[in-house]
């Protein structure tokens, strides 16, 4: 496609619950949106940064600032591209990742609406619908925690993910896994909370029969996890840490992570994130899909990479109503603890601009 101009869009949701990890707590989701006008249509991307730089170092008003000044001439200047050209286009620019995989899935999203061909079957979707769990944030005590988690329990959700920090780990551990049986799927996410003193801690996890341990330490420090690995049966799972394909393959090399958490933004797009499921999947690793509190727009997407033949476990793509009181899409709604993979061209979810244009905070960048 050739892309014309570029339109940011910067809005605030509100959150139907306050959403609490090991790094800040949140009410409202502040998101980039990215709409790409090209001579064949439109396309959609949703940026997954957060607000503040705290669970990454990408933050939304910095993406928005790299993909004004940087990302977006670049496509500008660039006469054709396909969406597989974007990384190219955008290799000069270090780092960015969320950003740049914003971009490149709004191109995407234009060229396969134009080719009328839905992102599932771009991917090499292997089946229609994509088992969902739920990542339930820190609550202010142990029964309101039960009590989310029941709800959870009773709309189907086919595994729960429980945010843990220190002061906050075995107890609220020991009271889910009680509530929702043995055989339940149940696993915990630090959120880098952790240092290499607390392995013997970590270790008292393992009665709780948990499907995996998500990113207990720092990013950049893929040793402390191999200790942790080698301390403790459950099976540790890197989120943070993987930044691209690369990065994975050592880190399951170094025997850092048994299982792998794989988000698109996080790695630079979609099209990285199919690299690392398809070198996981050689491994005989296991994946599953991330999520950053996504819209309609990336959770669509999202939906769409869950449904290749690696993606073996639940992910965090769960109902629109889970985060929103309205979405700014149709609203994905679990059927017995699935969300189907869109069918339509494109992500196959439409934007409703009106509710865009109502929720903004700042007027719309239009870049030339
Ligand atoms: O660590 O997986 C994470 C949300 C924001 C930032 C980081 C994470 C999360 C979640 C929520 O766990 C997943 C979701 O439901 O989208
Ligand atoms: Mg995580």
Redesign the pocket.
């Given at each position: 496609v050739v892309v014309e101009a570029v339109e940011l869009h910067r809005i605030a949701m509100p959150l139907v619950r306050p959403?609490e990890?090991s790094f800040g707590r949140q009410t409202a989701r502040d998101v980039l949106l990215v709409r790409v006008i090209t001579d064949s249509g439109d396309g959609w991307g949703e940026c997954v940064a957060?607000a503040d730089p705290v669970?990454s170092s990408e933050y939304v008003a910095g993406c928005d600032a790299v993909i004004r000044d940087y990302l977006a001439p670049a496509l500008l200047d660039a006469s054709t591209v396909r969406a597989a050209d974007v990384a190219g286009v955008f290799s000069f620019v270090i780092g960015h990742r969320m950003a740049k995989a914003a971009v490149e899935a709004a191109v995407l999203d234009a060229q396969l609406r134009a080719a009328g061909i839905s992102f599932g079957e771009y991917f090499g979707a292997v089946r229609p619908e994509v088992d969902c769990g739920?990542?339930v944030g820190i609550s202010p005590d142990l029964d309101q925690l039960l009590a989310e988690v029941s709800g959870y329990v009773d709309e189907g959700y086919r595994r729960i993910?429980l945010?843990i920090k220190p002061g906050w780990d075995l107890a609220p551990v020991a009271a889910v896994r009680d509530l929702i049986g043995p055989d339940a799927l149940l696993q915990v996410?630090a959120?880098t909370a952790y240092t290499v003193a607390d392995i013997d801690h970590l270790r008292r996890l393992d009665e709780f029969g948990l499907l995996l341990i998500?990113?207990p330490f720092v990013e950049e420090d893929i040793a402390a996890h191999v200790l942790l690995a080698r301390a403790i049966d459950t099976p540790v799972c890197l989120?943070e840490s993987i930044t691209s394909t690369d990065v994975a393959i050592d880190a399951i090399d170094r025997d850092a992570t048994s299982i792998v958490?794989i988000k698109a933004g996080r790695v630079g797009g979609y099209l990285e994130a199919i690299r690392i499921h398809d070198a996981c999947l050689d491994r005989d690793v296991p994946v599953w899909c991330?999520?950053?509190?996504?819209t309609g727009i990336g959770r669509a997407a999202n939906v769409a990479l869950a449904a290749l033949p690696g993606f073996t476990l639940p992910g965090?793509t769960?109902g629109s109503n889970?985060?929103f009181a309205e979405d700014i899409t149709e609203s994905f709604v679990l059927v017995d603890g699935r969300l189907a993979v869109p069918a339509g061209p494109g992500t196959g979810a439409t934007v409703r601009t009106e509710l865009v244009d109502q929720w903004k905070t700042r007027p719309a960048h239009l870049i030339t």
């Open positions: 959403f990890t957060m669970y739920v990542s993910k945010k996410d959120n998500e990113q989120d958490n991330g999520g950053m509190l996504e965090d769960s889970r985060y």
